[in-house]
């Protein structure tokens, strides 16, 4: 979360100018550094951010960029695998976030950081802004990163 200058409202309270919106709680691989996957209560979660969740982080933002005055947010779409969210679903609320962009006079930057192995013609055309690419890496042929994936450690 980036924090910046006081709110208008209280000259001492930081305003939020960012969010990392988690869309899905599971994910394509295994890598063995990954930190979230260690814990087996992570799949007791829902495996995508469920439709009543989405509602309340749209009616959520629009209250907070409203009540700030913001002209410009960023929201940084994250997993798990965000693409695991699904082609329809996620289209549908970057349409919902650039409905409220529109209606807001707000500037909404939006990001994925994904590890690409969902990525196809039909997803590259639909992400909403900058793809974050990361790329998985390994010490050795011998060795790779994960210990479940089509990924072969490159």
Same mark, same amino acid.
């Given at each position: 979360?980036?924090?910046?200058?006081? @709110?208008?409202?209280?000259?001492?309270?930081?305003?939020?100018?960012?969010?990392?919106?988690?869309?899905?709680? +599971?994910?394509?691989?295994?890598?063995?550094?990954?930190?979230?996957?260690?814990?087996?209560?992570?799949?007791?979660?829902?495996?995508?951010?469920? /439709?009543?969740?989405?509602?309340?982080?749209?009616?959520?933002?629009?209250? !907070?960029?409203?009540? !700030?005055?913001?002209? &410009?947010?960023?929201?940084?779409? !994250?997993?798990?695998?965000?693409?695991?969210?699904?082609?329809?679903?996620?289209?549908?609320?970057?349409?919902?976030?650039?409905?409220?962009?529109?209606?807001?006079?707000?500037?909404?930057?939006? &990001?994925?950081?994904?590890?690409?192995?969902?990525?196809?013609?039909?997803?590259?055309? +639909?992400?909403? /802004?900058?793809?974050?690419?990361?790329?998985?890496?390994?010490? /050795?042929?011998?060795?790779?990163?994960?210990?479940? &994936?089509?990924? &072969?450690? @490159?």
């Amino acid at each position: 979360m980036e924090v910046t200058e006081a @709110s208008p409202a209280n000259s001492d309270d930081p305003i939020c100018r960012s969010l990392l919106v988690k869309l899905a709680a +599971r994910c394509n691989i295994a890598c063995r550094y990954c930190y979230w996957f260690r814990d087996e209560e992570v799949y007791a979660a829902p495996a995508v951010m469920t /439709s009543e969740v989405e509602a309340a982080l749209l009616d959520k933002l629009e209250g !907070h960029i409203r009540r !700030h005055g913001l002209s &410009s947010f960023s929201v940084l779409f !994250h997993g798990g695998e965000p693409l695991l969210f699904g082609k329809q679903r996620f289209r549908g609320l970057c349409v919902a976030l650039r409905e409220l962009e529109g209606a807001l006079g707000c500037r909404v930057s939006l &990001s994925v950081t994904t590890n690409g192995l969902p990525l196809d013609a039909e997803w590259l055309e +639909r992400l909403c /802004s900058t793809a974050c690419l990361h790329l998985e890496g390994r010490r /050795s042929r011998s060795t790779p990163c994960c210990a479940r &994936s089509r990924c &072969s450690g @490159s």
